[in-house]
């Protein structure tokens, strides 16, 4: 059915095939606190994460690049504050858009960013193809609090306007 909608929808304008699109695939374009995030499934030697598999905990989802100053500094800011608080009630999903898995690891040891049972650590070559616009970001330095329930809690502006 995708495939035969999408190829009625090639002669219209593109901003029309690509809501048909996204519609018929269920992915929402528009992040707005109260609706329901976006799928998120992100593989690591190790470590498969799932928002699914956290639900009943909040999740703070940080998206980070280290050619961006103030995304590395919310980074290990998130970092910290994941150690204070419980993996019970609140998990850390750092996403590093750096097309450079190495590059991001090093950053990480250097900036003494570890991964715990609350701070999880991935790359963008971990992630699905469309987790970076599904979340609309493709720089980093934006961070989403979801719920228990999988909704948008909060668009945070820095780490020390989380409140749980």
Known sequence: LR????ALALPLLPAAALFLSSS?????RDIEIGKEAPALELKAPGSDI?????RGRY???????ASEPASRVANIEYSRLSSTLSSDKIVFVSVNVDADES????IMS????????????????SASDDLLSNYQTAT?????????????????SSPSSIRI
Do not use: E
Request: glycine residues 6%; charged residues 10%.
């Open 3 to 6: 495939n035969c909608l999408s």
């Open 24 to 28: 018929i695939s269920g992915v929402s």
């Open 50 to 54: 799932s928002l699914d598999s956290l």
């Open 59 to 65: 999740v703070l989802v940080n998206f980070w690049s």
């Open 103 to 106: 590059l991001a690891r090093q």
């Open 110 to 125: 250097h900036d003494n960013v570890a991964m715990t049972s609350s701070f999880k650590t991935f790359t963008v070559s």
């Open 140 to 156: 980093g330095c934006r961070s989403f609090l979801i719920d228990p329930y999988g909704n948008i809690a909060a668009i945070p």
